[in-house]
């Protein structure tokens, strides 16, 4: 079974510009979950979708948002970029009908993002 | 307070030696996973070890377990017989929630990491 891929892999942008990153999630998963990577924060929960809902969402501002279509691909959203936003972003999806927590994330590996 | 707490940022193993690598976590839920994964200089994020808050027995897959200890609140990852290919970050996390409350589970809380060497 094919693993979470996420496109593009790399990218680089300037500040105010903005950014989609893509992710497919393993086939048959449900949930999508989107998270930060930094040196200085380290890991942080961006937000999660399930059935073309977000149902939860980390302290992230506006300018991050996201959506998942019907085929449980995910997208991830980046308006008006900042230098701060320069990280990994990586995706993570799980099975999951319930959202328990016990339901195992699987990553992707990541889109490194920066931006000048 | 940090919800996961990794209190070795960096850890140089002898090939072939067991490692224990700490977690400690805080949480007033009691329903909760926790988790281990191992980040490569690649980046990619390689799910390693799940463990259940109402698991009685400590979780195995491999060279890898989790010793856990509910009342310590920790969850600590076992290693045995290092490789030198186990050089690599690797991260405690949390996932809170029992999917019952509406909102679903939390997504992870990820500790700090530990950056692991393994020496031939």
């Known amino acids: 079974k094919a693993g979470v891929t996420q496109t593009p892999r790399y990218l680089i942008k300037t500040r105010g510009q903005q950014v989609t990153l893509s992710c497919s999630p393993i086939?048959?998963?449900?949930?999508v979950s989107w998270y930060q990577q930094t040196p200085g924060q380290g890991l942080q929960f961006l937000f999660e979708?399930?059935?073309?809902?977000?149902?939860n969402k980390g302290n992230f501002p506006g300018r991050f948002s996201g959506r998942q279509f019907s085929n449980s691909r995910s997208e991830m959203n980046v308006s008006t970029l900042e230098l701060g936003d320069s990280a990994l972003y990586l995706c993570?999806?799980?099975?999951?009908?319930?959202?328990?927590?016990?339901?195992?994330?699987?990553f992707g590996p990541g889109t490194r993002l920066t931006v000048l | 307070a940090q919800k996961i707490t990794q209190t070795q940022p960096g850890m140089f193993v002898q090939e072939k030696e067991a490692v224990t690598l700490d977690c400690t976590y805080d949480?007033?839920?009691?329903?909760?996973?926790l988790f281990w994964y191992k980040q490569p200089s690649s980046g990619e994020m390689i799910f390693l070890i799940y463990q259940g808050s109402y698991d009685e027995q400590n979780a195995t897959e491999g060279r890898y377990s989790l010793n856990f200890q509910k009342a310590r609140k920790s969850a600590n990852l076992v290693i045995s017989a290092s490789q030198l290919g186990d050089s690599a970050m690797y991260f405690c996390a949390m996932r809170e929630g029992d999917g019952y409350s509406g909102g679903g589970a939390d997504g992870l809380t990820f500790g700090k990491g530990t950056h692991l060497i393994i020496q031939p």
């Open positions: 949480t007033s839920d009691q329903s909760y996973g």
């Open positions: 979708y399930f059935s073309e809902t977000q149902r």
């Open positions: 993570a999806s799980s099975l999951d009908g319930r959202g328990m927590g016990t339901d195992t994330q699987y």
């Open positions: 086939s048959g998963h449900r949930s």
